[in-house]
């Protein structure tokens, strides 16, 4: 974990690719469970 | 209008996912059971190489920012676009930086590094600026030649004397846990790096040959790794295999039949050479693409921003990595976690569409 820290550290774009890519990962999720849920609810 | 062949995508497949990988000692960290790791790791890149080429069945020949657009709408895509953009610099920058660190080792060692850096790029910006077209048939020229010295250093290793097999007893020593250890490393890097694809597949000509070639040219190239592992694991034996820094190259070295077929260093130069080529071109010209989409860019601008930003790359590259051991550690504590990332994020996307494709066709 310290050295995965440090290698967020030492490298920045790294650290914003990580930080981005995961954010964007939960917005598609989210989009996902909002088309789910609308497919469940207009059976 | 740009569009490449069937045979020129196979190429250019293959010289991406050969390219670096032949180099490293992929999986090492299970030992002599490397290649269990690869095979492993080829069956979730074929999974994910099948969601990659359903974006072209869904939507033949429209480029990935499109596509995107369509899914997500323009405020939500342009971030995401602008993100793989940054990816595939990233990733750019790494190979560019490990090729031109590998090149001094073994060719140049009394040049600076920023000088074969920048005859690098040029050669890049020259070839991407004359369009993406010259790059496929680049690919296509050099490729047979790729494969032909790779199945060569083989054969000779194999009569090297060196050649063991015992090396790679006994399989699976010490279970399964260690291969598996070691599977999202491989996923990762070659198979996750397909994605960059993404950013090509509206230039292939038969849009529904795309899956049929990539699925090929991604088994060829497994098979050529396994091999590779297979010849370097049976030479140096799993230990050495993990502590030396280019495997291949140390294999070539101790190569000596009869005191005439020696010092096969050159050959090792050429497949660093290309692979790195390929590596670095594609990746970067997938990066000049999205950001040339990101701001609607036409092909002439595109001009532009290759240049730009190649000159931009070898400065970058030094500034980023202090040195091979720098860039390593980069790479397999945080790369590999950022290839897999961006590698998963076009499942979710697949998912996306086709839950909107559903819920439109029922007219919901």
């Not at chain 2, 090297?160 to 097999?165: E, H, Q, R, T, V």
């Not at chain 2, 007893?169 to 260690?178: E, N, T």
């Not at chain 2, 101790?254 to 670095?280: E, H, P, R």
């Not at chain 2, 202090?322 to 950022?338: P, T």
């Amino acid at each position: 974990m310290n050295d995965f820290v440090s290698v967020l550290k030492a490298d920045p774009l790294l650290a914003f690719l990580l930080i981005g890519g995961s954010l964007y990962a939960l917005i598609l999720l989210l989009m996902i469970i909002f088309y789910l849920f609308k497919l469940l609810l207009n059976r | 209008m740009i569009r490449i062949s069937s045979i020129q995508l196979f190429s250019l497949i293959l010289a991406f996912e050969v390219g670096s990988t032949t180099l490293f000692a992929l999986g090492i960290g299970a030992g002599q059971d490397a290649w269990i790791v690869v095979l492993f790791a080829f069956l979730v890149g074929l999974i994910l190489l099948i969601v990659y080429t359903q974006f072209p069945k869904y939507y033949p020949y429209q480029n990935f920012a499109g596509i995107l657009e369509g899914a997500m709408g323009k405020k939500i895509a342009k971030p995401l676009l602008f993100l793989f953009a940054l990816y595939f610099y990233s990733q750019a920058t790494h190979n560019f930086y490990e090729f031109g660190v590998l090149i001094k080792m073994t060719a140049l060692p009394r040049t600076p590094l920023i000088v074969i850096l920048y005859m690098f790029i040029f050669v890049i910006i020259y070839i991407l600026c004359l369009g993406f077209e010259v790059l496929a048939r680049t690919a296509e020229i050099f490729v047979p030649y790729l494969i032909l010295f790779l199945v060569a250093t083989y054969i000779i290793m194999f009569f090297s004397g060196n050649f063991d097999l015992g090396h790679l007893l006994p399989i699976l020593g010490d279970g399964i846990k260690p291969v598996l250890g070691e599977v999202h490393t491989v996923i990762g890097f070659p198979f996750g790096e397909m994605v960059v694809f993404l950013m090509f597949w509206h230039y292939v000509r038969e849009q529904q040959a795309v899956r049929k070639i990539a699925v090929l040219s991604v088994s060829v190239s497994t098979l050529l790794l396994i091999t590779s592992l297979i010849v370097i694991i049976s030479v140096l034996g799993p230990e050495l295999a993990a502590y030396t820094e280019i495997p291949l190259l140390e294999t070539l070295i101790s190569v000596n039949i009869a005191n005439v077929i020696t010092n096969l260093d050159s050959i090792s130069v050429f497949i660093i050479f290309i692979g790195g080529f390929f590596k670095t071109a594609l990746h970067f010209s997938g990066f000049c693409l999205a950001f040339s989409w990101l701001f609607n860019h036409k092909n002439k601008n595109q001009r532009w921003v290759i240049t730009i930003f190649a000159i931009l790359l070898p400065l970058f590259s030094v500034y980023r990595f202090d040195g091979l051991d720098d860039q390593r550690w980069k790479g397999l504590e945080g790369g590999v976690l950022s290839i897999l990332l961006f590698s998963f994020l076009p499942v979710l996307l697949l998912l996306l569409i086709m839950l909107k494709r559903k819920t439109s066709s029922k007219g919901v």
